[in-house]
């Protein structure tokens, strides 16, 4: 079984701070993990993955995440929050399970302060 | 480009009725997904299909049929029975099998349902 927890349902950041979004996996075997945002009546954009290559991974618009198996977290960064990412994001896993079944977190809304 | 067209983008039913949204997909994948979304909540498996001509109930299924009958389509069903089917309805395609796992899927633009 696998499961995600993203540990904070809001985040609010001003312009140009950083961004945190916290996520921890539960998963039976070597998970693949993935950031995807969301903007308002759109589908998910893929932002990064974690194929068990590096445990520093970099994706689109300047976000990166840290894959630390010791912690079972996951957790995206950006050094610099702009306007346009206000939006929702959600950490997910996809193990070996029949059908490669994707596990969602419950979503972290972002929203940036000028 | 490639990606997966979902139509309508706004959906309404009556009671009683049912409604089908469309998923269309020129990524060549065999793989294809139907997900809900709820407010605030994050996105449960309604349906999947590896392969034409094949599907797999998800975790909510009930209350809705799929069928897939060309690699392309994956159309979903909410049938009358789906008692409370307002939602966002969400499709997605990604390469099947094992030594794929890792590859992400790729995501329409979803069709938002609502009751008259």
């Known amino acids: 079984a696998q499961s995600v927890t993203q540990l904070d349902s809001h985040v609010s950041v001003s312009e140009g701070t950083p961004v945190l979004l916290r996520c921890n996996y539960s998963s039976s075997y070597s998970p693949s993990l993935f950031w995807y945002v969301q903007h308002p009546n759109k589908g998910l954009q893929l932002l990064l993955k974690y194929t068990s290559a590096a445990t520093l991974v970099k994706g689109i618009n300047g976000f990166e995440a840290e894959f630390k198996k010791s912690e079972t977290s996951f957790h995206l960064t950006k050094p610099s929050a702009h306007m346009s990412d206000a939006a929702e994001y959600f950490c997910?896993?996809?193990?070996?399970?029949?059908?490669?079944?994707?596990?969602f977190g419950g979503g972290t809304r972002v929203l940036v302060k000028p | 480009d490639g990606g997966i067209t979902q139509s309508p983008k706004y959906l309404f039913r009556k009671e009683g009725q049912n409604v089908t949204l469309s998923c269309e997909q020129n990524l060549n994948h065999d793989a294809m997904y139907w997900y809900r979304q709820d407010p605030g909540q994050g996105l449960r498996l309604i349906y999947y299909s590896q392969i034409v001509n094949d599907f797999q109930k998800g975790d909510i299924a009930e209350g809705y049929s799929v069928s897939r009958e060309k690699k392309e389509s994956f159309p979903l069903t909410v049938t009358s029975a789906q008692k409370n089917p307002t939602a966002f309805y969400l499709c997605a395609s990604a390469p099947p099998g094992q030594k794929t796992y890792n590859q992400p899927q790729h995501f329409g633009d979803g069709t938002r349902l609502s009751i008259l």
């Open positions: 997910v896993v996809r193990g070996l399970a029949a059908g490669n079944k994707l596990t």
